[in-house]
């Protein structure tokens, strides 16, 4: 059985705790993404998984087998690095055929497995170079064929992408996902880049400073993000969050002061929050829809930049001194100057407390 | 039309060419004035001011090796290839024997740090900031206690430690630039710690291996203080011998020391030319992106 489980893994390096009592499950043919900026412990984490790293405490479990006093070399697991780690001195084919040594396979066995890796991967014409002589998305397809050219138990992805322009960057996201999703196996990929993220994986962890943050499946973490960091985290452009004030409560409509103005909104269920108190609103910028005349369930402000963003325009708007974004369509044809009505979607607005977790009444 | 006279950046013209070799040549001079004496007959040696043209003559460099002492005019072996031999072997051991140990520990300090491991390193280069003539009286008691002294074994020793710790400070700087990546993609591949040293590192500081044996080499080939005080009649090296050559005497052989000094530097310069690829990746290594 394909898994792999943490249970209560922690890494302190001193006095920095690296990684904090973080528990995962990776079930057999998923894809997991941990997901988070640089420095939250994601790559700690996995360099624990493959056992490059001690853990301070805690449990790693590979195929429900305990693993933490396995060496890296038994615990049977392939990794692909972030800046590929190719020998330098060996050609692509000896690259691909290095894990295969501790197999102890005939030389037949061993071709034959890098050319089937070689076409999957379309190294066929670039076997024989040397590292050096490969383009950046060459080197990472050898590095991701050194990783699934054997059967292992798991496999893990170090920010597989993160050297690539961003073109080679789209391209290669889809056929890793081919890849992984043929090799039916418990994956994890560790990378900051959320859109890589949300393409790739079946479930995606989000961490910060050590600590696991959320855990669901992509649309999940978009749709129902758990506080205010993943909220702010995911998505582009980034989730407008902002300070408020209930008024009025009148079922799963409420009445709350943002930026000075009153505007009501409904969040088709009632939530439990309190009349008077101060919360956190999240909208993102696409969540809103231009209105014509200001009423009370919109926002009125003032145009004071717009971004281009290809086919849509991203507005700053604002009001009071403070700004929010919002995108629009390019054919709405905004000036900078403009004063504008924005309403928010039904169903698209978010509410934390002032700790920063969500309200959800589910 | 104006000539165009400014040149482009990374060019230089003829005048600071010349110059430059106008400075390397003074340099070099000495060294060029040492190998013509070399070939110079004793006559021509002496003479005042120096003969530019002469006829060559081997007779120097035969006089290394047969020489008539004393007033006997029968010419007898000098044994200075023994010394030949003792500085080649002696240097060469030492510098094997620094390269391994200085290599293993470098890793160590590297990829294991101790506990203080700064600490450590700078302990390690203070033991090269005294001159050596400070530890000298200790050094000789002990080699005279142990009975290490006059030995082969203990000057190799005592030149091993001499090298060991700008092995270890060489050697460390070229394993902290490489990437560690490959050796945990090579852990990832099943290799055992042994095979990620050997296999992965190793083939990866052939050039700091070069540069650090070349430097180590030269220190260790010239030195001069320990092995006058610390081999015997069997075990001299090149320097101290050619100091007993040209000392005590009252007119100083100089075509011969000269020919001398011409034996001297073949070997490293032999070995520093061949590795010189290996050098210049070497002293240049970490400036260049990975």
Redesign the interface.
């Known amino acids: 059985m394909s898994t792999i489980e943490l249970q209560h893994l922690t890494k302190a390096f001193g006095d920095l705790i690296a990684v904090d009592n973080v528990s995962l499950k990776v079930e057999e043919n998923e894809v997991l993404c941990l997901l988070g900026p640089s420095g939250c412990g994601k790559t700690t984490t996995l360099?624990m998984v493959?056992?490059?790293e001690v853990a301070t405490s805690g449990d790693i479990f590979i195929g429900n087998k305990n693993v933490n006093n396995l060496e890296?070399?038994d615990r049977n697991?392939?990794?692909a690095?972030?800046?590929?780690?190719?020998?330098?001195?060996l050609t692509v084919a000896e690259n691909l055929a290095?894990?295969l040594?501790?197999e102890n396979l005939s030389s037949e066995e061993v071709k034959k497995k890098i050319l089937e890796v070689a076409d999957i991967l379309q190294l066929r014409d670039i076997v024989n170079r040397k590292p050096h002589q490969l383009a950046e998305g060459e080197k990472q397809r050898v590095a991701v064929g050194?990783a699934i050219i054997r059967d292992p138990e798991c496999f893990l992805f170090d920010e597989p992408l993160s050297r690539l322009d961003v073109q080679l960057r789209e391209q290669m996201r889809g056929q890793i996902k081919e890849v992984l999703s043929d090799l039916k196996k418990a994956t994890v990929i560790v990378t900051h880049d959320q859109l890589e993220a949300l393409t790739m994986a079946t479930k995606i962890a989000v961490m910060r400073d050590g600590l696991i943050e959320q855990v669901s499946s992509p649309h999940d973490i978009f749709a129902k993000p758990n506080n205010t960091f993943v909220a702010g985290f995911i998505g582009t452009p980034q989730m407008n969050i902002l300070d408020c004030n209930i008024i009025e409560i009148n079922s799963s409509i409420i009445k709350l002061k943002i930026l000075e103005q009153e505007v009501q909104i409904d969040f088709i269920t009632p939530l439990n929050v309190n009349k008077n108190d101060s919360y956190f609103i999240g909208i993102r910028p696409r969540s809103f829809e231009l209105v014509d005349n200001n009423a009370s369930d919109n926002f009125s402000g003032k145009v004071d930049l717009i971004e281009n963003m290809g086919s849509e325009i991203l507005v700053h708007i604002k009001i009071n001194e403070f700004t929010f974004r919002s995108v629009q369509s390019r054919s709405k044809n905004l000036n900078v100057g403009d004063i504008i009505n924005l309403k928010p979607k039904k169903g698209q607005v978010h509410i934390f407390n002032k700790n920063g977790e969500v309200i959800r009444n589910e | 039309m104006k000539k165009y006279e400014k040149k482009a950046i990374g060019q230089s013209g003829w005048l600071w060419t010349s110059l430059a070799s106008f400075v390397a040549f003074i340099y070099f001079f000495p060294v060029l004035f040492i190998i013509l004496t070399a070939f110079r007959s004793r006559s021509d040696t002496l003479a005042t001011p120096p003969k530019w043209f002469f006829t060559p003559t081997f007779e120097n460099f035969y006089h290394i090796f047969f020489r008539s002492m004393a007033n006997s005019t029968e010419y007898v072996a000098t044994g200075f290839h023994m010394y030949f031999f003792n500085s080649i072997y002696i240097s060469g051991m030492s510098v094997l024997l620094a390269l391994l140990i200085g290599t293993l520990a470098a890793y160590g300090f590297s990829r294991h740090p101790l506990k203080g491991n700064d600490t450590y390193l700078f302990i390690i280069l203070t033991t090269r900031m005294l001159p050596p003539i400070i530890v000298i009286v200790p050094i000789f008691l002990i080699f005279r206690i142990t009975g290490l002294a006059g030995t082969y074994t203990g000057i190799i020793l005592m030149y091993t430690a001499f090298n060991l710790p700008f092995s270890i400070w060489m050697m460390k700087s070229f394993f902290d630039e490489l990437?560690t990546?490959?050796e945990?993609?090579?852990?990832?591949?099943?290799?055992?710690e042994s095979s990620v040293f050997f296999g992965?590192c190793i083939?990866?500081v052939k050039a700091g291996l070069a540069a650090t044996s070349v430097f180590a080499l030269i220190l260790t080939w010239n030195e001069f203080l320990f092995s006058l005080l610390l081999t015997n009649k069997l075990t001299r090296t090149m320097p101290p011998a050619m100091a007993r050559t040209i000392g005590g005497e009252i007119n100083v052989d100089y075509g011969l020391l000269a020919a001398m000094i011409c034996l001297f530097i073949i070997p490293i310069f032999l070995i520093t030319y061949l590795l010189q690829n290996q050098l210049l990746r070497g002293v240049t290594f970490g400036t260049i992106k990975k």
Do not use: C, H, K, W
Not at chain 2, 185 to 190: K, L, Q, T, Y
């Open positions: 360099r493959a056992g490059l890296t070399r697991l392939a990794m690095f972030q800046f590929y780690a190719l020998y330098p001195s290095n894990p040594f501790a050194r | 990437n990546e490959i945990d993609a090579s852990r990832m591949d099943g290799a055992s992965v083939p990866q």
